[in-house]
């Protein structure tokens, strides 16, 4: 496997389910991040995690709840999700060079649909 | 954020060049113009990103306005693959990782 993967591809959950995204980087990142990407709405970040640390959550409901186990790997845990959650879920990596560009490389995404 | 304007659509013919503009009215000194793009049912991507300079890259050539208020991705030779949404996103040198994307310009390209 190379670059960015996301499993699964698409789920469906109801709304007292509980389960979780999956992403793996293989390209040595150090910075990983959680994006939304609702129909007809801009690409929205929802966390960014530097060195397995979380620096950023941009005002994200408690009902989502990401985890970063190692700088490879990147889980965001759902629960009790509401229908207007329904989106796409994309995760990317980045460098994380001090000093220099660091391009992002997003997954395919997970095609989440809430009942 | 810096924000950025783009036309929501362009259309191209294949094998033609096609010029994606975008305004940044309020740049500022250290931010650098990034410009992504998003195929069906992929994620968005790299496409290339410059300061002040022209700059050229295997996928197009970014032209960047002297008073850096607008600039323009330029696709040398559109194909039916480069059909996808095109994001110019504003990202202040050593600032956070990141990207703040708006609405995108959506690319059509006629075979």
């Known amino acids: 496997e190379t670059g960015v993967t996301q499993t699964p591809r698409h789920l469906v959950m109801g709304m007292t389910n509980k389960k979780s995204l999956k992403c793996e980087q293989h390209?040595?990142?150090?910075?990983m991040y959680w994006y939304k990407q609702s129909a007809k709405k801009p690409l929205e970040l929802m966390f960014v995690y530097n060195f397995k640390e979380q620096t950023e959550n941009n005002s994200v409901p408690s009902r989502f709840s990401p985890e970063c186990p190692n700088s490879s790997h990147l889980f965001l845990h759902l629960h009790t999700l509401q229908p207007e959650d329904s989106a796409l879920y994309l995760c990317?990596?980045?460098?994380?060079?001090?000093?220099?560009?660091?391009?992002?490389?997003f997954g395919p995404g997970t095609r989440l649909t809430v009942l | 954020d810096a924000k950025t304007t783009q036309p929501n659509s362009m259309e191209s013919n294949e094998e033609e060049p096609v010029h994606l503009p975008c305004n940044h009215s309020?740049?500022?000194?250290?931010?650098?113009i990034h410009w992504y793009r998003q195929l069906p049912s992929q994620g968005p991507e790299y496409v290339i990103h410059?300061?002040?300079s022209n700059v050229n890259n295997r996928m197009a050539s970014l032209a960047i306005a002297e008073d850096r208020k607008s600039s323009t991705l330029i696709l040398h030779r559109a194909t039916l693959r480069d059909a996808a949404v095109y994001y110019c996103?504003?990202?202040?040198?050593?600032?956070?990782?990141?990207?703040?994307f708006g609405k995108g310009t959506k690319l059509t390209v006629n075979p």
């Open positions: 309020t740049i500022s000194g250290t931010d650098y």
């Open positions: 990317a990596s980045s460098q994380d060079r001090a000093g220099s560009y660091n391009e992002q490389f």
């Open positions: 410059g300061l002040t």
């Open positions: 390209l040595g990142h150090n910075a």
């Open positions: 996103i504003l990202r202040s040198q050593g600032g956070s990782e990141k990207l703040v």
